[in-house]
C-alpha cells in the first residue's frame, strides 16, 4: 500500500479509501465488519462513509467495527452531510442548524471524539457560504471535525468559499469526491487542474462506473441481473448507454490482453491520474475487496493509457456521472431552490 497526501494538508492516507454505502444494505453486519478487517490489514488508513447511508446504519456499523478491532485512531475517517435525513423543513442543508445537528449525530453513531474528513455532499444554494464555512470553523475549534472537503461541487463553488476562507481565515476546503471513471472523464476539462492548483486532493467515487467496469455488463446482451442498471433502458438511459457499451468492450480486450479482470485495470488506471489522494472503493464482499487490492500491483504502461485516451479522451464521456451530479443538479435548481431536497 502506497500513501499520498490528503491535498495540501500534512494528512497522509492510503492510495485506497474504503467506501461504506453498501454496509447495513446489501453487505451485512458480520462481513461488514470482516471487510473492514482486512482492509485495515492490508494497510487501508481511510475510511469514507455518510450519514445518508442507509439514514445512519453505515455510520454505526462502521462505528461498532472500529471500536471492536481497537483501530481508531489508526483511521482517517471520513463521514458527510447536508443530504436529506428526514422529512422535516431542517433535516438537510448546509445550515448551521442541520450541520451542527448532523455533525452531532454522526459522532454518536460513529462512537467517536472526533471526523477527521467531513464533506459537505451535495450542493445547497439555499444556505449562503459565510454561514457554512463559519458553522464549520465552529466545529473545528470544538474538536469535531478536523478537515472539510466537498462532494460532487463544481469548481466555481469551490473557489467562491476558497476565497471566503482565505479572506476571513475560515477552513479551507482540503478534499473534493466526484464521480470519475473510464467511462466519463468529465472532471478533466476544469476540476482537476482546479483541485491541483490549490492544493485539494480528489478522492473520486464509483471507480467502476456503477458495474460497467466490472466486465458484467456487456453489449448486446441484457443488463446484469441485480445490477444498479437490471431494469435500464439503453436507449434512454444517460449513463448505460450504447457508447458505454462500446467502450467497455474495447476495455476488457485492454484487460485481457494485460491478463486482468477489467475491474483491476480501472482502478488500476484511476490510481495513474493526476491529483488523486485516493480512489474510494465500495466493496459488497470479501472478494470485491481483495479484486480492488490486487489493483495495486498493475502497473500500466504508457501504451496502455494511450490506449485508454484512444477510446475515451481526456475530458469526454459516454457515461454521464459528473454533468448529471453537478451541473445538472444546479442547472434545475435555476427553476427551484428546493429541486436539490430530491437527493
Request: aromatic fraction near 6%; charged fraction near 25%; charge should be negative.
Amino acid at each position: 500500500m502506497q500513501y499520498r497526501q490528503l491535498g495540501r494538508t500534512g494528512t497522509r492516507v492510503s492510495e485506497l479509501c474504503l467506501g461504506t454505502m453498501n454496509f447495513g444494505g446489501s453487505t451485512d453486519e458480520p462481513t461488514s465488519a470482516r471487510i473492514i478487517e482486512q482492509a485495515i490489514d492490508a494497510g487501508i488508513n481511510f475510511i469514507d462513509t455518510a450519514n445518508v447511508y442507509g439514514r445512519g446504519v453505515s455510520e454505526e456499523i462502521t462505528g461498532r467495527a472500529l471500536v471492536a478491532n481497537g483501530h481508531r485512531d489508526d483511521i482517517v475517517l471520513a463521514t458527510k452531510a447536508v443530504a436529506g435525513m428526514g422529512e422535516g423543513q431542517n433535516d438537510h442543508g448546509a445550515s448551521r442548524y442541520h450541520l451542527t445537528r448532523a455533525v452531532e449525530d454522526s459522532l454518536a453513531r460513529l462512537q467517536t471524539d472526533r471526523i477527521d474528513l467531513f464533506y459537505l455532499h451535495i450542493v445547497d444554494l439555499t444556505t449562503p457560504m459565510d454561514e457554512i464555512l463559519d458553522t464549520l470553523d465552529v466545529l473545528v475549534k470544538q474538536g469535531k471535525i478536523l478537515y472539510v472537503g466537498t462532494s460532487k461541487w463544481p469548481p466555481t463553488l469551490i473557489m467562491e468559499g476558497l476565497a471566503l476562507a482565505d479572506a476571513h481565515g475560515l477552513p479551507r476546503f482540503v478534499a473534493e469526491q466526484p464521480p470519475y471513471q473510464m467511462l466519463d472523464r468529465g472532471i478533466e476539462t476544469e476540476l482537476v487542474w482546479m483541485c491541483m492548483r490549490q492544493g485539494i486532493g480528489i478522492c473520486p467515487w464509483g471507480p467502476l462506473a456503477y458495474g460497467m467496469l466490472s466486465g458484467r455488463y456487456r453489449k448486446g446482451q441484457p443488463p446484469h441481473e441485480g445490477g444498479r442498471f437490471a431494469k435500464a433502458d439503453i436507449d434512454t438511459n444517460s449513463r448505460y448507454t450504447h457508447a458505454a457499451m462500446d467502450a467497455v468492450e474495447e476495455y476488457i480486450k485492454l484487460a485481457e490482453a494485460r491478463g486482468v479482470p477489467l475491474a483491476e485495470f480501472a482502478h488500476a488506471w484511476l490510481l495513474t491520474r493526476p491529483g488523486i489522494s485516493s480512489v474510494i472503493i465500495g466493496p459488497r464482499t470479501e472478494e470485491h475487496l481483495a479484486s480492488a487490492l490486487r489493483s495495486l500491483d498493475i502497473e500500466l504502461t504508457a501504451e496502455e493509457l494511450a490506449a485508454v485516451d484512444e477510446i475515451v479522451p481526456p475530458g469526454k464521456h459516454v457515461s454521464d456521472f459528473f454533468d448529471g451530479n453537478v451541473y445538472a443538479r444546479l442547472r434545475s435548481m435555476i427553476q427551484t431552490e428546493d429541486e436539490w431536497r430530491k437527493r
